[in-house]
């Protein structure tokens, strides 16, 4: 069973940027495909950017062009870039495998004036 914990949240003003990272457990991180997920108050939890281990990204709509995700398989770590923040992206981010295992504490992101 893979662990993660996720740091870097905050709070931004609208356009700002933040870079999120999760440490990953696990001896075979570099073979799973690693996604950002969020919940906003009220909402499910969606899926906003995916990496493979082959290191092919997807991204939803909502944030295509404003955010990036990465890895370091060495590091067992995967990031996510996210410029251009909107109140709208304000939710607790969570990283997981894809499709979700156990979830992590997650690390909330406020985007206010």
């Known amino acids: 069973q893979v662990q993660f914990v996720e740091s870097g949240g905050g709070l931004v003003q609208p356009g700002g940027s933040l870079r999120l990272s999760c440490a990953a457990s696990?001896?075979?991180?570099?073979?799973?495909?690693m996604g950002w997920y969020r919940q906003a108050p009220g909402k499910q939890r969606e899926l906003v950017a995916r990496?493979?281990?082959?290191?092919?990204?997807t991204y939803a709509d909502s944030v295509k062009g404003r955010f990036a995700i990465s890895r370091d398989n060495a590091k067992n770590t995967v990031y996510l870039q996210m410029n251009s923040l909107k109140p709208e992206d304000t939710a607790v981010y969570y990283c997981?495998?894809?499709?979700?295992?156990?979830w992590g504490q997650g690390t909330q992101v406020t985007v206010s004036s």
């Open positions: 997981n495998t894809d499709p979700p295992d156990s």
């Open positions: 696990g001896s075979i991180f570099s073979l799973y495909t």
């Open positions: 990496i493979s281990g082959t290191y092919v990204t």
